[in-house]
């Protein structure tokens, strides 16, 4: 079942702040969950995205979990505009205001400890203009749609992506025809042999 945003954020902060404690003191532990997480980062890059007219599209675990993958992710993926770098660089201070580190434009470190990744993809554009739209407490977040996600996924061709591809083509109706025109044709082999895998 495809979760919605807030809870997969939550979510995956709570198995965040879990692996962490495992190697911690009282008082650290203590700490660590008084400090901002997920959905901090995520919204404060979602406001600098908003702020600066950054096209972004939500991708990654966090993105596969509202489309119904199960487990949590640590980190935040998006894909943005091909020029998202120098947009950010040219805006220092509005990196500063939403809590990120301004010398980096290409990843994101955020003053919670969260990292977020600025993936590249050919696609990205195509990708960021289907983006639905998730609501995120009181804002809204644009995700990649599932066929977007899986192409994504079978193109990085790592086998870790084969578990997200399962579950979100369990999850909902994945139309093939759609994902054809976004994958090549050993892609789309790939991703029917995962789905017929996952029914068993």
Known sequence: MAAPLL???????????????????????????????????????????????????????????VHGRSRYTEDVDFVADPDHAVTLEAHPDAMKRHGFDPSCTWKLYHRSGVTIDLWKDKHAEAIVSRAVRRKLGNRFVNVAEPHDLIAMKLRADRAQDDYDIAEIAAAQAIDEATLAERVTKAQLRRFRAIAKRASR
């Open 7 to 65: 809870e997969a954020v939550h979510q995956s902060d709570r198995g965040r702040r879990s692996t962490r404690r495992l190697t911690m003191s009282k008082r650290s532990r203590r700490a660590a969950d008084e400090t901002p997480g997920l959905a901090d980062a995520l919204q404060d890059a979602v406001s600098l995205f908003r702020e600066l007219k950054i096209r972004h599209a939500l991708i990654g675990g966090l993105a596969a979990m």
